[in-house]
């Protein structure tokens, strides 16, 4: 079975990513893993980590796996409320040390991840040079959940490419998934602009 992984820091950005993953994966049949990493050594005395918003706070290993069980068993409650659903996907949980780029790869392989979730926020920890070094890493789709998205509609997803053979393969999966959805998928072709200098211009390039 191919797995939806959520990345997830357990704020509320990080949760209704989660949640936005499981609704995702009973209409495509497929799993859930929240996976979290943590640091055996904080970097900083604990005495400060009361100022540090709560997404960004350095866990411990027990405290990782704590977080984990109780986000598993909210997710868990909210799917058992919904006696409607055709598939129920199974929620599973890991964390690691370290880094999220150094273990995204052998997760991808491990559990045939196809898909990653992770919330967005102004202040979220997933951004910036997060965000750019799991990016370098993963070779699937990545999708970013604003913190106030509420249900997510999936009539109409737009793809912004290239047109390089890379991103073909993408669209190519991209409607693979779609497809249970009935959702239209739009493909939008960016470039970097070819400035072609007018006549009093042309005066000016050297020949």
Known sequence: METILVLTNFSRSARNAAEAAVDLA???GSGVLLLHTYVAKPLVSLDHVSDWPFGDMPLTQEESLAYLEEERSYLQEKLNNKVTLIHKPELSITQKEGSLANHINKLQKEKNIKLIFMGG???EFLFGNHVRSLVDEISCLLMIIPVDSGIID???VC???DLNKADL???K???KYLQPLYTQLHICH???PNLIPDILEEDLVPA
């Open 121 to 123: 926020g102004q202040h």
């Open 159 to 161: 793809f912004a490419t």
């Open 190 to 192: 960016v470039s970097v």
């Open 26 to 28: 009973s209409k495509l």
């Open 173 to 175: 999966f991209l409607s």
């Open 169 to 171: 393969i993408r669209i």
């Open 154 to 156: 999936y009539k109409n």
